[in-house]
């Protein structure tokens, strides 16, 4: 917990020299608190104390809510600069921490649905195992493990599969992001895209 609120801290902080994308969603006429107001990526951050090697940085996705709750995913972002990617870099069939160096972390102060569970506030790291036909997101209640060496699957308190999609343009840096309308969590990189159903509990 203590590494995740961290990063975040240090990720607030350096937003405003970042290079920031900010997608905003349509107004909710409904007054509904659980509305989407915002949602944002945050890319070419550097507050890693152990310094990335060259090649590699941070990057932040979040969802804003109208109660002013919040969902926050902060992620090491390694570049395919014209690698193989999928079956290279990456193997098929084994966990991965979707990032770079350390586990992708999520942190969130709302309740979600992890496709049919329900994921209470906190902080969690995300680990995927790619397939050549669907992928598997893990959420998992242990932080700040290095690599997939420290993966424990009994660890894991939700599970969700996913189908990729095919990219025209490959996307050089790994990006996570969430949708605008708050219905899943999107990691691209290279060629392949996946939607996670991630949204928030009601």
Not at 58 to 83: I, M, N, Q
Not at 118 to 141: C, D, I, Q
């Amino acid at each position: 917990m203590k590494h995740a609120l961290a990063c975040l801290a240090a990720l607030l902080l350096a937003g405003a020299a970042a290079a920031q994308h900010t997608h905003t969603a349509p107004a909710d006429a409904s007054g509904d608190p659980h509305a989407v107001v915002e949602a944002f990526v945050v890319t070419g951050l550097r507050v890693d104390t152990q310094a990335p090697p060259p090649g590699s940085g941070v990057g932040r996705a979040g969802l804003r809510f109208t109660d002013g709750g919040y969902v926050s995913v902060v992620h090491g972002k390694p570049y395919a600069r014209g690698r193989e990617v999928w079956g290279g870099l990456v193997g098929f069939g084994s966990a991965w921490v979707a990032g770079a160096h350390r586990a992708t972390e999520l942190f969130t102060t709302v309740p979600l649905m992890v496709g049919s569970t329900r994921l209470e506030p906190g902080a969690y790291s995300l680990f995927v195992t790619p397939h050549h036909n669907a992928w598997t997101l893990h959420v998992n209640r242990a932080l700040g493990m290095h690599l997939a060496d420290e993966y424990d699957a009994a660890l894991d308190i939700a599970r969700v599969d996913a189908t990729p999609t095919v990219l025209l343009a490959p996307v050089d840096g790994l990006t996570w992001s969430f949708l605008e309308d708050g219905s899943a969590l999107t990691l691209a990189w290279d060629r392949q895209s996946t939607d996670f159903p991630i949204s928030r509990a009601h």
